[in-house]
């Protein structure tokens, strides 16, 4: 029995002895592998490079270059005594690691199988700042926790400390201590007041999220308890407490950043990389990275000295204007304002307008889909539609000029007729439009009223262009996007993306392509009657084949349309809704979208959109939507699913015969199966 317990006692010991040998043996080496690779480098001047999808470079944004280093001497004991209290009140006393934080830390991952917990020393921190990516993975925190252990064995406290305060991200692309202290109070860090350093303190622990500038509540809240924190350790006095948390604190005026080529374009980017790798947009712009992006150089600048030559100078009115690759979603040009210095606001994702008639290809869509044709006619004339609780809806055409007949749904698109469309939204139900726009890309309300035909609902340039674009590539589902591939500063791709991605198809290939040809009538002067076609300003400047729609209200010019390559949308307006009352104003839009598709065609060689299986071409009077004949003045060729094309000659235009102008007759007396359901909503 002795025996058994002595070898029950050995194996116990062997279980516990060489688990704890292995562990001291490997402490020993990597203690021993530091000590002969030496101290760290504490240099980090990493900038984050931008390249367009050609691979040339389109700009920087810059690491640790925009700080000022300062000793610990210049810097404010307030500061010094908040960070070490809020992020790391042993930091004295440990060396590089605070063991019992760490435990608590790696209890609560293992429970719950995530790295979500930390508990970082400011050793730790300043090691992942100087040398490492902020993404949450096992393998970082084991090179944090190596360099960690160089940087105690070879630098003293103070050092680095002095480091770390000097390297710290507080937000707007600001680094240190001291260049924080300039850029939120105008002073120098041996300045601050004790409210001061502690709401400094409050911000690296989330920069974007603590920023005052960006949440002023959630950053005093930090702040409150830090200096609770100072209190409750006796590093404060009760009074010093409440001094500093009444304390209102003024915010020095923003110098705003130098601003690149596609300064909206790159903060989009940086919000793309900032989803792809999981990190903080502060680990973008200052870790080095090199980012591929899809940013078309030439059609860039394009955009922009179109943009600025062709806006009068002075004038208050913004632009916003996005060009996208419709069969990729690559964006290929974008400008979300007239001068990022002046206002950094992207007009282009963050401003909801109304789009005006530059909606209705959505409706149009929509109506394909439920058995309309382009030869579909409906009675352009004054009238007024009965709506929810009895009200009355008097939608009125441009000037009040209305054909008093008749026409198609050809002409309709391309003169902008809003009876014909108010309609066809009535015809189609008012829930029916609503449900198109995750088909269309949108995120915006679409309420389901008469009056969203006309393009009531707000929503941006992003989500039109989107919307578009999916109608150019024949109906796939593509998303606009800004980077290809990005490659950390060791040379490793750390994203990259899928190449040979065939996106999903959710709209019909042949009505999609129905659409496109129906857009192009805006260019077309053969529909012009009752009013001109709405490109006709732009026609004498445009050399090929486009698809587009313009739109109009009070507050808001907008042009979009694409090539069978490239889809572009402009809006037009003034940022606190003033109305576009001057002439010149009102063509801006038309007049960037015209100038820039020319520019950037210019050395293409012209094409037409390719026609889907399925779909067939015939010859009609573009007035009427009968097939033509030798007596029409226009004939055009139009686009119909097989088996809906018109199979009737035209009855209008015939010779003077008594026995055509009987044909006539009959066929003015004639109305549609649309027409009779539509009389319902009208009086």
């Given at each position: 029995?002795?025996?058994?317990?002595?070898?029950?006692?050995?194996k116990?010991?062997?279980?516990?002895?060489?688990?704890?040998?292995?562990?001291?043996?490997?402490?020993l080496?990597?203690?021993?592998?530091?000590?002969?690779?030496?101290?760290?480098?504490?240099?980090?001047?990493?900038?984050?490079?931008f390249?367009?999808?050609?691979?040339?470079?389109?700009?920087?944004?810059?690491?640790?270059?925009?700080?000022?280093?300062?000793?610990?001497?210049d810097?404010?004991?307030?500061?010094?005594?908040?960070?070490?209290?809020?992020?790391?009140?042993?930091?004295f006393?440990?060396?590089?690691?605070?063991?019992?934080?760490?435990?608590?830390?790696?209890?609560?991952?293992i429970?719950?199988?995530?790295?979500?917990?930390?508990?970082?020393?400011?050793?730790?921190?300043?090691?992942?700042?100087?040398?490492?990516?902020?993404?949450k993975?096992?393998?970082?925190?084991?090179k944090?926790?190596?360099?960690?252990?160089?940087?105690e064995?070879?630098?003293?406290?103070?050092?680095?400390?002095?480091?770390?305060?000097?390297?710290?991200?507080?937000?707007?692309?600001?680094?240190?201590?001291?260049?924080?202290s300039?850029?939120?109070f105008?002073?120098?860090?041996?300045?601050?007041?004790?409210a001061?350093?502690?709401?400094?303190?409050?911000?690296?622990r989330?920069?974007?999220?603590?920023?005052?500038?960006?949440?002023?509540?959630?950053?005093?809240?930090?702040?409150?308890?830090?200096?609770?924190?100072?209190?409750?350790?006796?590093?404060?006095?009760e009074?010093?407490?409440?001094?500093?948390?009444?304390?209102?604190?003024?915010?020095?005026?923003?110098?705003?950043?130098?601003?690149?080529?596609?300064?909206?374009?790159h903060?989009?980017?940086?919000?793309?990389?900032?989803?792809?790798?999981?990190?903080?947009?502060?680990?973008?712009?200052?870790?080095?990275?090199?980012?591929?992006?899809?940013?078309?150089?030439?059609?860039?600048?394009?955009?922009?000295?179109?943009?600025?030559?062709?806006?009068?100078?002075?004038?208050?009115?913004?632009?916003?204007?996005?060009?996208?690759?419709?069969?990729?979603?690559?964006i290929?040009?974008l400008?979300?304002?007239?001068d990022?210095?002046?206002?950094?606001?992207?007009?282009?994702?963050?401003?909801?307008?109304?789009?005006?008639?530059?909606?209705?290809?959505?409706?149009y869509?929509?109506?394909?889909?439920?058995?309309?044709?382009?030869?579909?006619r409906?009675?352009?004339?004054p009238?007024?539609?009965?709506?929810?609780?009895?009200?009355?809806?008097?939608?009125?055409?441009?000037?009040?000029?209305?054909?008093?007949?008749?026409?198609?749904?050809?002409?309709?698109?391309?003169?902008?007729?809003?009876?014909?469309?108010?309609?066809?939204?009535?015809?189609?139900?008012?829930?029916?439009?609503?449900?198109?726009?995750?088909?269309?890309g949108?995120?915006?309300?679409?309420?389901?009223?008469?009056?969203?035909?006309?393009?009531?609902?707000?929503?941006?340039?992003?989500?039109?262009?989107?919307?578009?674009?999916?109608?150019?590539?024949?109906?796939?589902?593509?998303?606009?996007?800004?980077?290809?591939?990005?490659?950390?500063?060791?040379?490793?791709?750390?994203?990259?993306?899928?190449?040979?991605?065939?996106?999903?198809?959710?709209?019909?290939?042949?009505?999609?392509?129905?659409?496109?040809?129906l857009?192009?009538?805006?260019?077309?002067?053969?529909?012009?009657?009752?009013?001109?076609?709405?490109?006709?300003?732009?026609?004498?400047?445009?050399?090929?084949?486009?698809?587009?729609?313009?739109?109009?209200?009070?507050?808001?010019?907008?042009?979009?349309?694409?090539?069978?390559?490239?889809?572009?949308?402009?809006?037009i307006?003034?940022?606190?809704?003033?109305?576009?009352?001057?002439?010149?104003e009102?063509?801006?839009?038309?007049?960037?979208w015209?100038?820039?598709?020319?520019?950037?065609?210019?050395?293409?060689?012209?094409?037409?959109?390719?026609?889907?299986?399925?779909?067939?071409?015939?010859?009609?009077?573009?007035?009427?939507?009968?097939?033509?004949?030798?007596?029409?003045?226009?004939?055009?060729?139009?686009?119909?699913?097989?088996?809906?094309?018109?199979?009737?000659?035209?009855?209008?235009?015939?010779?003077?015969?008594?026995?055509?102008?009987?044909?006539?007759?009959?066929?003015?007396?004639?109305?549609?199966?649309?027409?009779?359901?539509?009389?319902?909503?009208?009086?």
């Amino acid at each position: 029995m002795q025996q058994n317990r002595l070898l029950k006692s050995t194996k116990l010991s062997t279980i516990i002895i060489i688990p704890l040998i292995i562990c001291i043996g490997s402490l020993l080496f990597i203690l021993l592998f530091s000590f002969i690779l030496g101290p760290p480098s504490l240099s980090n001047e990493k900038n984050t490079t931008f390249y367009s999808y050609d691979g040339q470079v389109i700009g920087y944004e810059q690491g640790l270059e925009n700080r000022q280093w300062v000793s610990l001497d210049d810097v404010s004991d307030h500061f010094i005594q908040a960070i070490i209290t809020a992020e790391d009140k042993h930091f004295f006393n440990h060396k590089g690691f605070d063991v019992k934080r760490m435990a608590q830390a790696l209890w609560k991952n293992i429970r719950t199988w995530s790295l979500k917990e930390g508990a970082s020393t400011l050793t730790q921190q300043y090691a992942r700042n100087l040398y490492l990516s902020h993404e949450k993975t096992w393998w970082r925190k084991l090179k944090e926790a190596f360099y960690t252990i160089r940087l105690e064995m070879f630098y003293s406290k103070e050092e680095i400390l002095e480091g770390y305060l000097n390297t710290i991200y507080f937000g707007h692309g600001t680094y240190g201590i001291e260049t924080a202290s300039h850029y939120f109070f105008n002073k120098q860090a041996n300045q601050l007041t004790l409210a001061e350093a502690t709401m400094l303190a409050s911000i690296p622990r989330g920069p974007t999220y603590y920023s005052p500038l960006n949440n002023h509540k959630r950053a005093k809240q930090r702040q409150k308890h830090i200096l609770h924190l100072l209190k409750n350790n006796d590093i404060i006095s009760e009074k010093n407490y409440e001094l500093a948390r009444r304390e209102h604190l003024s915010f020095a005026k923003q110098k705003p950043d130098p601003v690149q080529l596609g300064a909206y374009f790159h903060d989009l980017v940086q919000a793309e990389a900032s989803r792809r790798l999981n990190v903080d947009e502060s680990v973008i712009r200052s870790n080095g990275y090199h980012i591929y992006t899809t940013l078309g150089l030439s059609e860039q600048i394009q955009m922009e000295k179109i943009a600025e030559e062709t806006i009068e100078q002075g004038s208050d009115i913004q632009v916003g204007a996005l060009a996208v690759e419709q069969e990729s979603g690559a964006i290929r040009a974008l400008v979300g304002g007239k001068d990022y210095t002046d206002s950094p606001f992207n007009r282009v994702t963050m401003a909801k307008r109304m789009s005006g008639s530059a909606f209705k290809p959505l409706l149009y869509y929509a109506a394909l889909e439920h058995h309309y044709t382009p030869s579909t006619r409906l009675k352009s004339q004054p009238t007024s539609f009965k709506v929810a609780d009895e009200k009355v809806y008097a939608p009125k055409n441009y000037n009040g000029h209305y054909a008093n007949a008749p026409i198609t749904l050809a002409q309709a698109i391309a003169l902008s007729d809003n009876i014909y469309a108010v309609k066809t939204h009535l015809y189609l139900g008012v829930e029916t439009l609503p449900q198109y726009k995750e088909k269309f890309g949108m995120k915006s309300d679409l309420p389901a009223v008469p009056s969203l035909a006309l393009g009531t609902a707000t929503t941006t340039v992003y989500e039109m262009v989107t919307a578009f674009s999916r109608i150019a590539n024949g109906g796939k589902e593509v998303v606009p996007y800004t980077i290809e591939k990005i490659v950390d500063p060791q040379g490793k791709t750390v994203y990259e993306r899928r190449k040979n991605f065939k996106p999903r198809q959710i709209l019909d290939p042949q009505k999609a392509f129905i659409m496109t040809q129906l857009l192009t009538g805006m260019f077309n002067k053969k529909y012009d009657s009752y009013l001109q076609v709405t490109g006709s300003s732009m026609i004498d400047q445009l050399s090929r084949a486009y698809a587009g729609k313009s739109g109009t209200t009070s507050y808001d010019r907008w042009m979009i349309g694409y090539s069978p390559s490239l889809t572009t949308g402009v809006w037009i307006g003034y940022d606190d809704h003033r109305p576009i009352e001057k002439a010149l104003e009102s063509n801006y839009a038309k007049t960037i979208w015209a100038q820039f598709m020319e520019a950037v065609h210019d050395k293409d060689e012209a094409k037409t959109f390719a026609t889907p299986p399925g779909v067939r071409q015939v010859k009609i009077d573009p007035t009427t939507g009968f097939l033509a004949t030798p007596y029409c003045p226009h004939e055009e060729a139009m686009f119909y699913e097989k088996n809906s094309e018109p199979t009737t000659y035209c009855p209008v235009h015939v010779p003077e015969d008594e026995t055509f102008e009987q044909v006539v007759e009959s066929e003015e007396k004639k109305q549609t199966l649309f027409e009779k359901i539509i009389e319902l909503f009208s009086f």
